[in-house]
């Protein structure tokens, strides 16, 4: 009961629900009763130029992560989960703890080669390798996920959302699909609208509503994964008080992403490769019956080898375009936004991490980024400022349980 | 000297992927109602998608340490999976809330004991089960 009392102290109503129905659960078997799990993280950016989580160009130490779990299985057919979040990341997360998940998950169909279930709460959303778990040191494979696809930025929204899902899988011989969708509302907040950089300070989103879809092959146990995600988000953009000098209207925005992902997997090595494709449609909002549309294109392959036990080398490339009809961007420049290279972020990393045991993880990561594509103004307050080429090197120290 | 050279290649494949010398054999829980199992039934299980046996009863997963040369052997050699995608899969589970990684024990002793008092448990041992009350299942 110790660690519950701790808990409390952090936060919330759902956990100490959980809590209270551990007393019910004590003698019963341990798949039964409360599991508890959680993760820390703490990191420091240096970079020789542009800011990135803080005051990076004087070492920063704004990379923290702090999670903690329970889980609770009521029925075999029936489980619970919540998980507290505080998360620090330059001035992009908000600096508080959040509730990250809480939800019931049902299993509704238990055959011999298929499965399905339906969840609802605050449910992690699921999109390509690495989004639901993107917190967690551990199940990443790199300090940094690829900045292109997982932006750091605008982790509020992709993190999780209120939503109710349904899930499912279904095997055929080594052949195993698995499908996850959810429709829902996001958890947007002020900055993540300022770091969209569409809009003017004081915008709100209302009336969104988003849904998440994925499906995903695997080969062989894993062997070969390959899979499509798609998210849709939709909200009605308004902004706030009349003002004389940003005389905007209610609009309307349409974000609509697909994401392709591939993985081949051998014991000692692996190869990971995800491209997406991001359209942003906006209506309304500048002056009635305005119209803009704007695709941007994002990949990365990256290669991971344990080349003595515990001991891993990373390799990626990883390229961000805003914009995939100006990729150098002259029309970015021509429509008085500059700097061109603003447009784009290609960003080469090394990686190495020591697992030191199953639970410490160190890591060190360095990274030569050509833009400043997905830096954000949050950390950047003078833009025209900012470098093209710059250096960023990363260490990181993480426990989990 | 085409012998003597495929003979070093093999030697050292041998040795920087030993071949597993004790038999780690899949157990279950003697009620448990199967006689034998196919490897991507067992794959589901140990990935902790399958929650029931065809009777209804609620499948308890043991393991041992990730690390432990017993547990790399089972799944490499019986479920012919790579350790590091079985850790992802539950850890996805764990950190996303969507359910809940096997339970863990310490050693083989305590794997025993537990699936042994365990209806619809199922685990992995390397030895004789010394008269434990599990039954040793087929994997194919």
């Known amino acids: ?401 | 000297m085409k012998g003597s050279a495929s003979a070093i290649i093999v030697t050292l494949l041998f040795c920087v992927f030993p071949p597993s010398v004790d038999a780690v054999a899949l157990i279950v829980h003697p009620d448990t109602p199967i006689t034998h199992i196919d490897r991507n039934v067992a794959r589901g299980i140990f990935s902790m998608r399958k929650r029931e046996w065809s009777d209804g009863t609620p499948i308890t997963v043991y393991v041992l340490t990730d690390r432990n040369p017993i547990h790399q052997q089972f799944v490499q050699g019986v479920l012919a999976m790579i350790p590091h995608q079985l850790r992802r899969s539950w850890d996805r589970y764990l950190y996303s809330g969507i359910g809940s990684p096997p339970v863990q024990v310490k050693d083989l002793e305590e794997m025993l004991l537990k699936i042994s008092a365990t209806p619809g448990a199922i685990g992995y041992t390397d030895e004789d089960h010394k008269g434990a009350k599990v039954r040793k299942i087929e994997v194919n």
């Open chain 1, 1 to 401: 009961m110790l660690r519950c009392v701790k808990l409390k102290s952090i936060n919330g109503a759902l956990l100490l629900t959980l809590g209270l129905f551990s007393f019910e659960a004590a003698e019963a078997d341990e798949e039964q009763s409360i599991r508890w799990h959680g993760f820390l993280s703490q990191g420091l950016i240096a970079t020789d130029h542009n800011n990135f989580f803080g005051d990076s160009e004087s070492v920063s130490t704004e990379l923290t992560e702090l999670g903690i779990g329970a889980s609770w299985k009521a029925t075999p057919r029936i489980h619970l989960s919540a998980q507290a979040l505080y998360l620090k990341a330059g001035d992009s997360a908000p600096d508080d703890i959040k509730l990250d998940f809480g939800l019931i998950d049902i299993n509704l169909l238990n055959g011999a080669s298929h499965g399905l279930g339906v969840r609802a709460g605050r449910l992690k959303n699921p999109y390509g390798f690495y989004n639901e778990t993107r917190d967690v040191m551990t199940t990443r494979d790199s300090i940094l996920l690829p900045e292109s696809i997982y932006p750091d930025t605008l982790r509020e929204i992709y993190h999780s959302s209120d939503s109710i899902g349904v899930h499912g899988y279904k095997e055929m011989g080594s052949v195993l699909l698995q499908f996850d969708a959810l429709s829902g509302k996001a958890l947007i907040n002020d900055d993540t609208i300022e770091d969209m950089s569409l809009f003017s300070p004081g915008t709100t989103i209302e009336n969104d509503k988003l849904w998440f879809a994925r499906l995903m092959a695997e080969y062989d146990g894993g062997r070969i994964r390959a899979g499509i995600s798609r998210v849709n988000l939709t909200g009605d953009v308004d902004p706030g008080p009349p003002n004389p000098l940003l005389p905007f209207i209610d609009g309307e925005l349409e974000l609509d992403l697909t994401l392709f992902s591939v993985e081949y997997n051998q014991i000692r090595w692996q190869v990971t490769a995800e491209y997406q494709l991001l359209d942003a449609r906006v209506s309304d909002f500048y002056f009635p019956g305005f119209h803009s549309e704007n695709t941007g294109e994002s990949w990365y392959i990256q290669t991971r080898f344990e080349f003595l036990p515990q001991w891993y080398l990373l390799a990626r490339y990883d390229v961000y375009y805003g914009n995939k009809d100006d990729k150098d961007g002259k029309d970015r420049v021509a429509t008085g936004n500059p700097p061109a290279y603003a447009a784009f972020a290609k960003d080469s990393t090394l990686g190495l991490r020591y697992e030191i045991n199953e639970h410490w993880i160190v890591s060190t990561e360095l990274h030569h980024v050509s833009g400043v594509g997905w830096l954000t103004a949050l950390d950047n307050a003078d833009p025209t400022s900012l470098k093209k080429d710059w250096n960023m090197l990363l260490f990181q120290v993480g426990y989990h349980f």
